[in-house]
């Protein structure tokens, strides 16, 4: 069983609504990570907080907004999407500082934009 | 120079056989390298790393086999199974100072009865 957990699993929106995605560990890890992947291709990373502060943002079109409430928390809100925007999009997390890079993915939540 | 390349994109292995991926870096600050497995409908997960002091590394049935002079790995999965069956994504990354993984293009293993 994973211990990144992510709701919702499936989230059908419409391209003028707002939703978010929800990402939490129990793992006590110091960074968090959203990737996107669309079929048969490798994750793309989107944003990384680490300390709760966001360390890394790969140029991610501002329809994606991060937000990291605590060190267990990660959210990824949503707002005037693409239907290009389909994808299955991952979080992650991992030890931060001294970090060997193992990453500890949760199981995803399909996204289809409308 | 930060990609890693990955070959082949699909493999077919019959059940009890070896399968081998192939990875190949550019970047030689790179100084970890794990496999990372998909099943459908999941997200991936780790499966084995290596870090550029060793040449081999075996857990299992699966070891990671690194040329550090050819700035490839690969990983070999003996008896090859068909719970075997998924995506393999190879990776690197430097451990300190940027949190961010470099993954390879992924292959799709099959494994036959």
């Known amino acids: 069983d994973t211990e990144v957990t992510q709701t919702p699993k499936h989230l059908v929106m419409g391209m003028t609504n707002k939703k978010s995605l929800k990402c939490e560990q129990h793992?006590?890890?110091?960074?968090m990570y959203w990737y996107k992947q669309k079929a048969k291709k490798p994750p793309e990373l989107m944003f990384v907080?680490?300390?709760?502060?966001?360390?890394i943002n790969e140029s991610v079109p501002s329809r994606f907004s991060p937000e990291c409430p605590n060190s267990s928390l990660l959210n990824l809100h949503l707002h005037a999407l693409q239907p290009e925007d389909s994808a299955l999009y991952l979080c992650?997390?991992?030890?931060?500082?001294?970090?060997?890079?193992?990453?500890?993915f949760g199981e995803g939540s399909r996204l289809t934009v409308l | 120079q930060q990609q890693v390349k990955q070959s082949p994109q699909s493999l077919i292995v019959q059940k009890g056989g070896i399968s081998i991926i192939n990875c190949a870096y550019e970047?030689?600050?790179?100084?970890?390298f794990p496999w990372y497995q998909q099943f459908p409908g999941k997200g991936p997960a780790l499966l084995i790393a290596?870090?550029?002091?060793?040449s081999e590394k075996k857990e299992g049935r699966f070891t990671i086999s690194f040329n550090k002079s050819a700035k490839q790995f690969s990983l070999h999965i003996m008896d090859s199974q068909p719970g075997d069956s998924a995506t393999y994504f190879c990776?690197?990354?430097?451990?300190?100072?940027?949190?961010?993984?470099?993954f390879g293009t992924g292959t799709r293993l099959t494994i036959i009865p």
């Open positions: 907080y680490s300390y709760e502060k966001l360390s």
């Open positions: 992650a997390s991992s030890q931060g500082q001294g970090w060997t890079g193992e990453l500890f």
């Open positions: 793992m006590g890890h110091r960074a």
């Open positions: 970047n030689t600050a790179f100084d970890y």
């Open positions: 290596i870090r550029p002091d060793v």
């Open positions: 990776a690197a990354s430097k451990s300190f100072g940027n949190e961010k993984l470099t």
